[in-house]
C-alpha cells in the first residue's frame, strides 16, 4: 500500500525541503491544523505527520491529543518541527509522546534518514497486524530491511530478568556488533553508553507505564571491542506480537558519521561563534524585503544599534529598515535589487540611528542567499561602524577645501567650483593682494601678522553674501568669486566697500593692498588656471600703481592679458633652466670694478641675463621679480653662484687670484635655510679664498627684518666674504643704525653720480656720501660711472672703487678676460696727462 506523509506547516522552503528528501512518498501540506485533523480522519493513508511547533504555539498539545485521539491515531508516527535554539519546543514534544523531533535548519539527509525510519516501522506495523497472511513477508523483510531492527521489551527490567530482547535482524547485529545471542544474554542497558543511560531509562520507564506509545532519540552503544556507534533510535509498541511484555520494535540506524560531521560543524560554530562575539560589528541573515526581517544577527548588535538582538529579530521591537535614515532607504533597496539582478555582492555606506538617537556611518557588504532553483531566500552579510573613519575622511575633506590659518575655502576649492560652473551665467573674481603685509611679519614676528590676517578676514566675511563667497588662496592672497553682480558699475562699488574695510584696518600698520576684478563670461576659453592668473595679475599691478589711484583696483584687459602672458612665457623659459633641460639660457656677464687710488682691476660684478625662446632677451629688471615671486631664484641662484666662482676659478688660473667677484643676491636666498651651508661647501670645493667672494644684497632688504639679516650677514662675514650694499641711498634710510650694518662696502647708486653731470660740486651730496661712509668704516663704491668728469669727482671726494661704462660694459667671460690682460692700470692718467 503506498503511504502518504501530511506537513501541518506555513514554512514553504520546509515543505520543499521535506519533499525533495522523501520524492517517492506523496507528500500533502496543510497550513491549517483543523484542516489537518481533519485530512487524517479521512485519508486512511497519512501514516506520518509532521506538525510545525511553531505554527501551532499555545494550542501543540490540544492539536496533538487530537490527533492521537482520532480513528487513526494510534497508528500514526507523528513528529515535531522545532527549532534549533527552541529547546524548550523540543522538550515539550517530547513530553507529549511525540514520535519523532525535526529540527530547523533542515538537512535534506536528515530528514531523509529519519523519515524512512518512520516509514519502515509503518510497513512493520502493517506486516505484523497481519502476519498470518505476512509471515514469509515479514520474515523477508526482518532479514533484509536496511535499518536494525530488534524486537523485545523496551522497558526497564527487573532485577530478576536476565534479557529483554527477543529478536535482532542482521542490520542491528552490524551495527552494535553484537550478536543475537549476546543481546538477548545482555539486555539493551547493558550495551547502552554509560552517559545515555538516564535519558534513556527515564523514556523507557515512561513507554512501560503506558505515557506514551513511543520515544526516539540519539544515543551511543558500546561495541564489544570498545568503541562507541551512534545510532538514531525509534522505540513503539506494536500491537499483534505474541508477548504482551514484549511487544516493542526498537528500530536503529548508524549515525555515527553524521554526529562526527555535527560535532566538526559545531566546533566551526563555537570558533565562529567567538569571532562573532569580539567581531566589530553586525554579521546577520535576514529576508528578502523591505524590512530586511533579521532571522540572525550577532551579538555585537547592542553596541552597534543599541538594540539587542531579540529586538530586532522577526521586527520583535524595530525593524532593521527603522535603523536607517529615510534618505537612504530607497537607494539602499534598489541597491539590492541590482545586484541581485546582477548577481554581484552588495556594498554600500549609509547612515543609522541608534536607540540612543546617535547617528552613526555603516559600511555594509553582503550577498543574496538562493535555493536550488535560483531563487533569493535570504540575504547575509555584515554591518562595520565607520563612524570613526568618516569622521577622519570628513577632517581630511574639510583640511583639503579649507584654510588652516583662517578656516576660509581654499583655492583648491575656489577650482572645483571654477570647473563645474556654467560658462554662460555671470560671474566675476576679485583678488585681493596684501603681500606688503609680509614685512610686518618680518619685523615684529609671524604672530603678529597672523592675528591682523584673522582680523582681516573676519571684517571680510562680513561683506559675503549668498552670491558672493571669500577664499584664502595663498598667504597673504585671498580671491572673492562673485555671482549674478549684474553691471560692471557694481563690481566697482564692491572694490570700494573692500578699500573702505581694509582702510579702517590697515591704515594703521601703512599696509597697501591691491584689488584685481577679471568678469568670467569675458574670458570663456580660458581655463580655471588662467582665470585665476588673471585676477591674481591684477591685483598685483594694482598694488604696483595704486598711488595712482583713490581705489586700488583694476579690471583685467587685454594689455593685461599680454602681460600674464608674458610673464608665463618667462617663468615656463626660466623653469627649464632651473631643471637642467635649457642650461643655456641663463647666462652671466662680468663687469669690471677698478680701484681709483691704484688703477687697478680689483674685482668684477657678476650680472645675469636671460634670454627666453618666445620673447627674446629679458631684462634682469623684469626677471628676477619673476623668479623671486615664483620662487625660481632658489635653483637659479644657486646656478648663477657656481658660474661665478667659475669665472673666479678661470681668473686665479690666469695668476689673476687677487681679483675678487661679486654675487648679487636675493633676500629670498639669503633668507632660505640652506644658503649658508651651499655657499661655502661650494666656496671650499672650488678650493677659492673666502675674501675673493662679495655678496650684493640691495638696500631695501633691511627693511624686512634688520635683525635677522644683518645676523646672516655677520655670519658671513665671520667666514671671511665681504658683503656690499648695493643701491646705496635710494632705500633703508635708517641712518641711526647705518653703523650696525654688517657691511665691507657701500655702492653709491647711479641716481647720484647722474646728478654730478647736472649740477654744480658744491649742490650735491655725493661727497657727504661718501664721507658719511668712511666714517662709519666702509669702503665706497660709485655704480654707473660713465664720463671723465664724473671720475674726476669721484677721485677728489676719495671714492675708493668705480664701475661703470667709462671703464668697460659687462662682458662676457672671454672678453672679460681678454680685457683684464689688456688693462694697464695708469693708462688712464697717462693718457688724460697727455692731453
Same mark, same amino acid.
Given at each position: 500500500?503506498?503511504?502518504?506523509?501530511?506537513t %501541518?506547516?506555513?514554512?514553504?522552503?520546509?515543505?520543499?525541503?521535506?519533499? /525533495? #528528501?522523501?520524492?517517492?512518498?506523496?507528500?500533502?501540506s496543510?497550513s491549517?491544523?483543523?484542516?489537518?485533523?481533519e485530512?487524517?480522519g479521512?485519508? $486512511?493513508n497519512?501514516?506520518?505527520?509532521?506538525?510545525?511547533?511553531?505554527?501551532?504555539?499555545?494550542?501543540?498539545?490540544?492539536?496533538?491529543?487530537?490527533i492521537k485521539?482520532?480513528?487513526?491515531? &494510534?497508528?500514526?508516527?507523528?513528529?515535531?518541527?522545532t527549532?534549533?535554539?527552541?529547546?524548550?519546543?523540543?522538550?515539550e514534544?517530547?513530553?507529549?509522546?511525540?514520535?519523532?523531533?525535526?529540527?530547523?535548519?533542515?538537512?535534506?539527509?536528515?530528514?531523509?534518514?529519519?523519515?524512512?525510519?518512520?516509514?519502515?516501522?509503518?510497513?512493520?506495523?502493517?506486516?505484523?497486524?497481519?502476519? *498470518?497472511?505476512?509471515q514469509?513477508?515479514?520474515?523477508?523483510?526482518?532479514?533484509q530491511?536496511?535499518?536494525?531492527?530488534a524486537?523485545?521489551?523496551? *522497558?526497564?527490567?527487573?532485577?530478576d530478568?536476565?534479557?529483554?530482547?527477543?529478536?535482532?535482524?542482521? =542490520?542491528?547485529?552490524?551495527?552494535?556488533?553484537?550478536?543475537?545471542?549476546e543481546?538477548?544474554?545482555?539486555?539493551?542497558? $547493558?550495551i547502552?553508553?554509560?552517559?545515555?543511560?538516564?535519558r534513556?531509562?527515564?523514556?523507557?520507564?515512561?513507554?512501560? #507505564?503506558?505515557?506514551?506509545s513511543?520515544?526516539?532519540m540519539?544515543?551511543?552503544?558500546?561495541?564489544?571491542d570498545?568503541?562507541?556507534v551512534?545510532?538514531h533510535?525509534?522505540?513503539?509498541?506494536v500491537e499483534?506480537?505474541?508477548?504482551?511484555?514484549?511487544?516493542?520494535?526498537?528500530?536503529?540506524?548508524?549515525?555515527?558519521?553524521?554526529?562526527e560531521i555535527?560535532?566538526a560543524?559545531?566546533e566551526?560554530?563555537?570558533?565562529?561563534?567567538?569571532?562573532?562575539?569580539n567581531?566589530?560589528?553586525?554579521?546577520?541573515?535576514c529576508? @528578502?524585503?523591505? @524590512?530586511?526581517?533579521?532571522?540572525?544577527?550577532?551579538?555585537?548588535?547592542y553596541?552597534?544599534?543599541?538594540y539587542?538582538?531579540?529586538?530586532?529579530?522577526?521586527?520583535?521591537?524595530? #525593524?532593521?529598515?527603522?535603523?536607517?535614515?529615510?534618505?537612504?532607504?530607497k537607494?539602499i533597496?534598489?541597491?539590492?535589487?541590482?545586484?541581485?539582478?546582477?548577481?554581484?555582492?552588495?556594498?554600500?555606506?549609509?547612515?543609522?540611528r541608534?536607540?540612543?538617537?546617535?547617528?552613526?556611518? %555603516?559600511?555594509? =557588504?553582503?550577498q543574496?542567499?538562493?535555493?536550488?532553483?535560483?531563487?533569493?531566500?535570504?540575504l547575509?552579510?555584515?554591518v562595520?561602524?565607520i563612524?570613526?573613519r568618516?569622521?577622519?575622511?570628513?577632517?581630511?575633506l574639510?583640511?583639503?577645501?579649507?584654510?588652516?590659518?583662517?578656516?576660509?575655502?581654499n583655492?583648491?576649492?575656489?577650482?572645483k567650483?571654477?570647473?563645474?560652473?556654467?560658462?554662460?551665467?555671470?560671474?566675476?573674481l576679485?583678488?585681493?593682494?596684501?603681500?606688503?603685509m609680509?614685512?610686518?611679519?618680518?619685523?615684529?614676528?609671524?604672530?603678529?601678522?597672523h592675528?591682523?590676517?584673522?582680523?582681516?578676514?573676519?571684517?571680510l *566675511?562680513?561683506?559675503?553674501h /549668498?552670491?558672493?563667497?571669500?577664499?584664502?588662496?595663498?598667504?597673504?592672497?585671498?580671491?572673492?568669486?562673485?555671482?549674478?553682480?549684474?553691471?560692471?558699475?557694481s563690481?566697482?562699488?564692491?572694490?570700494?566697500?573692500l578699500?573702505?574695510?581694509?582702510?579702517?584696518?590697515?591704515? *594703521?600698520e601703512?599696509?597697501?593692498?591691491?584689488?584685481?576684478?577679471v568678469?568670467?563670461?569675458?574670458?570663456t576659453?580660458?581655463?580655471?588656471?588662467?582665470?585665476?592668473r588673471?585676477?591674481?595679475? #591684477?591685483?598685483?599691478?594694482?598694488? $604696483?600703481?595704486?598711488h &595712482?589711484a583713490?581705489?586700488?583696483?583694476?579690471?583685467?584687459?587685454?594689455?593685461?592679458?599680454?602681460?600674464?602672458?608674458? /610673464?608665463?612665457?618667462?617663468?615656463?623659459?626660466?623653469?627649464?633652466?632651473?631643471?637642467?633641460?635649457?642650461?643655456?639660457?641663463?647666462?652671466?656677464?662680468?663687469q669690471?670694478i677698478?680701484?681709483?687710488s691704484?688703477?687697478?682691476?680689483v674685482?668684477?660684478?657678476?650680472?645675469?641675463?636671460f634670454?627666453?625662446?618666445?620673447?627674446?632677451?629679458?631684462?634682469?629688471?623684469?626677471?628676477?621679480?619673476?623668479a623671486?615671486?615664483?620662487?625660481?631664484?632658489?635653483?637659479?641662484?644657486?646656478?648663477i653662484? $657656481?658660474?661665478?666662482?667659475?669665472?673666479?676659478s678661470?681668473?686665479?688660473?690666469?695668476?689673476?687670484g687677487?681679483i675678487?667677484?661679486?654675487i648679487?643676491?636675493?633676500v629670498?636666498?639669503?633668507l632660505?635655510?640652506?644658503?649658508?651651508?651651499?655657499?661655502?661647501?661650494?666656496?671650499?670645493? =672650488?678650493?677659492?679664498?673666502h675674501?675673493?667672494?662679495?655678496?650684493?644684497?640691495?638696500?631695501?632688504?633691511f627693511?624686512?627684518?634688520?635683525?635677522?639679516?644683518?645676523?646672516?650677514?655677520?655670519?658671513?662675514?665671520?667666514?671671511?666674504i665681504?658683503?656690499?650694499?648695493d643701491?646705496?641711498?635710494t632705500?633703508?634710510?635708517?641712518?641711526?643704525r647705518?653703523?650696525?650694518?654688517?657691511?665691507?662696502?657701500?655702492?653709491?647708486?647711479?641716481?647720484?653720480?647722474d646728478k654730478?653731470?647736472?649740477?654744480?660740486?658744491?649742490?650735491?651730496?655725493?661727497?657727504?656720501?661718501?664721507?658719511?661712509g668712511?666714517?662709519?668704516?666702509?669702503?665706497?663704491?660709485?655704480e654707473?660711472? /660713465?664720463?671723465?668728469?664724473?671720475?674726476?669727482y669721484?677721485?677728489?671726494?676719495?671714492?675708493?672703487?668705480?664701475q661703470?661704462?667709462?671703464?668697460?660694459?659687462?662682458?662676457?667671460?672671454?672678453?672679460?678676460?681678454?680685457? %683684464?690682460?689688456e688693462?694697464?692700470?695708469?693708462?688712464?692718467?697717462?693718457?688724460?696727462?697727455?692731453?
Amino acid at each position: 500500500m503506498a503511504y502518504s506523509i501530511l506537513t %501541518v506547516s506555513s514554512s514553504q522552503p520546509d515543505i520543499e525541503m521535506i519533499r /525533495e #528528501a522523501c520524492d517517492s512518498v506523496f507528500i500533502q501540506s496543510v497550513s491549517d491544523p483543523d484542516r489537518a485533523i481533519e485530512l487524517i480522519g479521512t485519508d $486512511k493513508n497519512i501514516k506520518v505527520v509532521i506538525v510545525d511547533f511553531e505554527l501551532c504555539g499555545p494550542n501543540a498539545p490540544s492539536i496533538f491529543e487530537k490527533i492521537k485521539s482520532g480513528p487513526s491515531g &494510534k497508528d500514526l508516527q507523528i513528529l515535531f518541527l522545532t527549532r534549533k535554539d527552541h529547546d524548550e519546543d523540543e522538550t515539550e514534544a517530547v513530553r507529549l509522546g511525540s514520535a519523532d523531533c525535526l529540527v530547523r535548519p533542515l538537512s535534506k539527509e536528515i530528514v531523509k534518514a529519519r523519515l524512512d525510519m518512520h516509514l519502515e516501522l509503518v510497513n512493520i506495523r502493517a506486516l505484523v497486524k497481519n502476519k *498470518k497472511e505476512n509471515q514469509q513477508l515479514i520474515e523477508i523483510f526482518f532479514l533484509q530491511a536496511p535499518v536494525g531492527i530488534a524486537i523485545g521489551s523496551w *522497558k526497564e527490567p527487573a532485577e530478576d530478568e536476565d534479557s529483554n530482547i527477543l529478536n535482532v535482524n542482521p =542490520m542491528y547485529e552490524k551495527i552494535t556488533g553484537w550478536s543475537e545471542n549476546e543481546l538477548r544474554r545482555m539486555g539493551w542497558m $547493558k550495551i547502552t553508553y554509560p552517559e545515555d543511560m538516564l535519558r534513556e531509562t527515564e523514556k523507557s520507564r515512561r513507554l512501560g #507505564a503506558g505515557d506514551i506509545s513511543s520515544y526516539s532519540m540519539d544515543k551511543r552503544y558500546v561495541r564489544p571491542d570498545g568503541s562507541l556507534v551512534w545510532v538514531h533510535m525509534i522505540v513503539t509498541k506494536v500491537e499483534g506480537i505474541e508477548s504482551s511484555s514484549q511487544n516493542h520494535v526498537c528500530i536503529i540506524q548508524d549515525i555515527t558519521q553524521r554526529k562526527e560531521i555535527e560535532h566538526a560543524l559545531k566546533e566551526s560554530e563555537r570558533s565562529k561563534a567567538m569571532l562573532l562575539s569580539n567581531f566589530p560589528g553586525v554579521a546577520y541573515r535576514c529576508d @528578502y524585503d523591505q @524590512y530586511w526581517t533579521m532571522k540572525f544577527i550577532s551579538e555585537g548588535c547592542y553596541e552597534l544599534t543599541g538594540y539587542k538582538p531579540s529586538d530586532l529579530l522577526n521586527n520583535h521591537t524595530v #525593524a532593521f529598515s527603522e535603523l536607517i535614515l529615510p534618505r537612504y532607504r530607497k537607494g539602499i533597496w534598489d541597491r539590492w535589487e541590482e545586484v541581485i539582478a546582477e548577481n554581484k555582492p552588495f556594498r554600500a555606506e549609509y547612515q543609522i540611528r541608534t536607540a540612543d538617537g546617535i547617528v552613526k556611518w %555603516v559600511w555594509e =557588504m553582503g550577498q543574496a542567499i538562493r535555493d536550488r532553483d535560483g531563487r533569493v531566500i535570504a540575504l547575509e552579510g555584515i554591518v562595520l561602524d565607520i563612524s570613526d573613519r568618516k569622521k577622519f575622511e570628513q577632517e581630511l575633506l574639510y583640511r583639503n577645501n579649507h584654510d588652516a590659518w583662517t578656516g576660509l575655502y581654499n583655492l583648491n576649492y575656489l577650482k572645483k567650483l571654477l570647473e563645474v560652473r556654467q560658462k554662460e551665467n555671470q560671474a566675476a573674481l576679485i583678488s585681493l593682494d596684501l603681500s606688503p603685509m609680509h614685512s610686518l611679519s618680518m619685523i615684529f614676528g609671524f604672530q603678529y601678522s597672523h592675528n591682523l590676517i584673522k582680523s582681516t578676514t573676519s571684517e571680510l *566675511k562680513k561683506i559675503c553674501h /549668498e552670491d558672493c563667497q571669500i577664499f584664502h588662496a595663498y598667504e597673504y592672497r585671498f580671491i572673492f568669486y562673485i555671482r549674478n553682480y549684474g553691471t560692471q558699475n557694481s563690481l566697482r562699488q564692491m572694490c570700494i566697500r573692500l578699500s573702505d574695510t581694509l582702510e579702517s584696518l590697515l591704515a *594703521k600698520e601703512r599696509v597697501n593692498w591691491g584689488l584685481g576684478v577679471v568678469e568670467l563670461q569675458s574670458y570663456t576659453n580660458s581655463d580655471v588656471e588662467h582665470l585665476l592668473r588673471y585676477s591674481m595679475g #591684477a591685483s598685483e599691478r594694482a598694488l $604696483k600703481d595704486g598711488h &595712482k589711484a583713490h581705489v586700488p583696483y583694476l579690471f583685467f584687459d587685454e594689455r593685461m592679458e599680454a602681460v600674464i602672458d608674458r /610673464e608665463e612665457k618667462i617663468t615656463e623659459g626660466m623653469m627649464e633652466v632651473a631643471s637642467g633641460s635649457r642650461p643655456e639660457r641663463l647666462y652671466l656677464l662680468f663687469q669690471p670694478i677698478v680701484e681709483l687710488s691704484s688703477d687697478r682691476i680689483v674685482s668684477f660684478e657678476a650680472l645675469a641675463r636671460f634670454e627666453s625662446e618666445h620673447v627674446g632677451l629679458v631684462s634682469p629688471v623684469e626677471f628676477i621679480p619673476i623668479a623671486e615671486k615664483t620662487k625660481l631664484i632658489i635653483p637659479l641662484g644657486k646656478k648663477i653662484i $657656481k658660474k661665478s666662482l667659475e669665472f673666479l676659478s678661470s681668473l686665479k688660473e690666469e695668476g689673476l687670484g687677487s681679483i675678487s667677484i661679486s654675487i648679487n643676491i636675493s633676500v629670498i636666498q639669503l633668507l632660505h635655510k640652506d644658503f649658508i651651508d651651499y655657499l661655502l661647501s661650494l666656496i671650499d670645493s =672650488m678650493k677659492i679664498d673666502h675674501e675673493a667672494v662679495i655678496i650684493e644684497i640691495t638696500e631695501s632688504v633691511f627693511a624686512l627684518d634688520f635683525e635677522r639679516i644683518n645676523s646672516i650677514l655677520n655670519r658671513l662675514r665671520e667666514t671671511g666674504i665681504r658683503i656690499a650694499l648695493d643701491d646705496f641711498g635710494t632705500g633703508y634710510s635708517s641712518l641711526a643704525r647705518e653703523r650696525e650694518l654688517n657691511v665691507n662696502f657701500l655702492k653709491i647708486d647711479k641716481l647720484f653720480i647722474d646728478k654730478l653731470l647736472l649740477l654744480e660740486d658744491e649742490q650735491t651730496i655725493t661727497s657727504d656720501i661718501i664721507s658719511m661712509g668712511h666714517k662709519l668704516g666702509h669702503s665706497i663704491v660709485a655704480e654707473g660711472v /660713465e664720463h671723465d668728469r664724473q671720475r674726476a669727482y669721484l677721485e677728489r671726494h676719495g671714492c675708493d672703487c668705480i664701475q661703470g661704462y667709462l671703464i668697460s660694459r659687462p662682458l662676457g667671460e672671454t672678453e672679460a678676460l681678454q680685457f %683684464v690682460r689688456e688693462y694697464a692700470p695708469g693708462a688712464y692718467h697717462e693718457k688724460k696727462g697727455g692731453k
